[in-house]
């Protein structure tokens, strides 16, 4: 079975810091997905970033980048110089699938950010 | 812009009535899923669809089953709704099964 952990439950930071959100997955297959999902207080899901197993390059996108290490089984999230808006619950999420009736998908149990003014 | 649609952000239903929940989405995706959303448990999926009149179960399907009869609606049955089904269900779309997942804003589900 395949496994997601996202140790952090809660992170609180004072704007302007920088915060890094962790996840750590588990799979047996070589060809896999993982996704980071932010979900504000209005509650919609808002899609992040996807990953492929086999895309270890690192990605920025304005304040937000992330690491992907295979051989620490980690695809962590910072956020730098932090701001209110970024106050929201945030999910990893991991994708399996090589043929019909394979398909696993495991979402952590989300890191709740407060951004304080 | 994807658009996914849930029929109701709130519903009060009674123990023992039979619940449908409505998810529409515009953008022509394969597949269609539904979760709940519980505090400390994070989403977990309950069914998925990748066409029409197909369904496979996801990680807590006990208690529920699923209709899509077309490709844009995919529909969550309580058939006989109990209080530990009191949650958020979210439904999400996408056009493959390993792509990217287009959340609605949820449904609220109360059950007395």
């Known amino acids: 079975a395949q496994k997601v952990t996202q140790a952090q439950t809660e992170i609180s930071v004072v704007e302007k810091e920088d915060v890094t959100l962790d996840c750590v997955y588990e799979?047996?297959?070589?060809?896999?997905?993982l996704f980071w999902y932010k979900q504000p207080p209005s509650g919609e899901l808002v899609f992040l970033i996807r990953?492929?197993?086999?895309?270890?390059q690192n990605e920025i996108s304005g304040r937000y980048s992330w690491n992907f290490q295979k051989s620490t089984s980690s695809f962590n999230f910072t956020i730098t110089a932090s701001q209110v808006v970024d106050s929201a619950v945030y999910f990893c999420?991991?994708?399996?699938?090589?043929?019909?009736?394979?398909?696993?998908?495991?979402f952590g149990k989300g890191t709740k950010l407060s951004v304080i003014p | 812009d994807v658009k996914v649609t849930q029929s109701s952000r709130y519903l009060v239903k009674r123990t023992g009535e039979k619940v449908f929940l409505e998810c529409v989405q515009d953008?022509?995706?394969?597949?269609m899923f539904w979760y709940r959303q519980d505090p400390g448990l994070g989403l977990r999926l309950i069914y998925f669809?990748?066409?029409?009149?197909?369904?496979e179960k996801g990680d807590i399907p006990e208690g529920y089953s699923v209709s899509r009869e077309k490709k844009e609606r995919f529909s969550l049955i309580l058939e006989s709704a109990s209080t530990n089904q009191t949650s958020m269900y979210l439904c999400?779309?996408?056009?493959?099964?390993?792509?990217?997942?287009?959340f609605g804003p949820g449904t609220r589900l109360t059950v007395l």
């Open positions: 999400a779309s996408s056009p493959g099964l390993s792509d990217t997942q287009y």
């Open positions: 799979t047996r297959d070589t060809t896999y997905y």
């Open positions: 990953r492929n197993s086999f895309d270890e």
């Open positions: 999420a991991l994708v399996t699938y090589s043929g019909a009736g394979s398909y696993q998908l495991t």
């Open positions: 953008m022509d995706h394969e597949n």
């Open positions: 669809s990748y066409d029409v009149k197909m369904k």
